[in-house]
């Protein structure tokens, strides 16, 4: 996996969920792999590699067709060696109901 392939995950992912770029991407090269960001209003969409291991962030306060972010980073992080079964979705946050 190249730079290349985690921007082009991080331009093309929030267009595809519907969600808007304030900023970035942002890709860097680290120690063990990349790391690239891109801002959005409702977070942040993140990927990080370590070796083999390819781990996707998409935070939002919206809710977004977590299916299509599966099949995009299947399609352009090179992840069709990797079994669906390898995939985790975890849940997180909490919403705060407004007083009164």
């Given at each position: 996996m190249t730079a290349e392939d985690i921007r082009d995950f991080l331009i093309r992912c929030p267009q595809a969920i519907g969600l808007n770029v304030i900023a970035g991407p942002f890709i860097v090269r680290q120690e063990s792999g990349w790391a690239g960001i891109v801002l959005i209003a409702e977070s942040h969409i993140s990927v990080h590699t370590d070796g083999l291991e390819v781990y996707v962030d998409v935070f939002s306060?919206?809710?977004?067709?977590?299916?299509?972010?599966?099949?995009?980073?299947?399609?352009?992080?090179?992840?069709?060696?990797?079994?669906?079964?390898?995939?985790?979705?975890?849940?997180?946050?909490?919403?705060?109901?407004?007083?009164?």
């Open positions: 306060c919206r809710e977004f067709p977590v299916k299509d972010v599966v099949d995009l980073a299947y399609d352009l992080l090179f992840l069709y060696d990797m079994p669906e079964s390898a995939i985790t979705q975890l849940e997180r946050g909490w919403a705060i109901p407004p007083p009164g």
